[in-house]
C-alpha cells in the first residue's frame, strides 16, 4: 500500500490538530480543503487557524470588539500554536458566546 502526499498546509494543520489533541485533550476539526493554499482548523466557535505551508494565524477572539479591528496573531510552531490556542480556547468555552464572540449588546 502507498502513502499518500498530502499538500504542506493540511501537513501543518494535521501536527496542530495532533499536538492539541495528545497535549491538551483539545478535539479540532480540519477542513483539508486548500484556499489559496492553506487548510483551515476549526478549534472551537469563535476560533479558526489558518495553516500555512510555513505558519499558522488566527484572530484573537474578541479583538474586533476592543480594537475596532481584529487582531491576528501567528506561530510558526505547533506546540507554540496549540499552548496560545489552549489559552483562547479555555477563555471561550467560560465565557457566553455573545460575550465573547459575537459581541452583542442585549
Do not use: K
Not at 496542530?16 to 476539526?29: E, P
Not at 480540519?30 to 476560533?47: R, T
Amino acid at each position: 500500500m502507498g502513502t499518500v502526499d498530502l499538500p504542506p498546509a493540511v501537513r501543518m494543520a494535521l501536527n496542530l490538530t495532533t499536538v492539541l489533541a495528545r497535549t491538551h485533550g483539545i478535539v479540532a476539526d480540519l477542513h483539508g480543503f486548500l484556499l489559496h493554499g492553506e487548510a483551515l482548523i476549526s478549534v472551537c466557535a469563535g476560533l479558526v487557524v489558518r495553516a500555512s505551508t510555513h505558519r499558522y494565524q488566527w484572530v484573537v477572539p474578541g479583538s474586533a470588539y476592543r480594537r475596532g479591528r481584529p487582531l491576528w496573531t501567528y506561530a510558526s510552531r505547533p506546540a507554540r500554536a496549540a499552548a496560545r490556542l489552549a489559552i483562547e480556547y479555555e477563555q471561550l468555552r467560560t465565557q457566553s458566546v455573545t460575550a465573547t464572540v459575537l459581541r452583542a449588546r442585549c
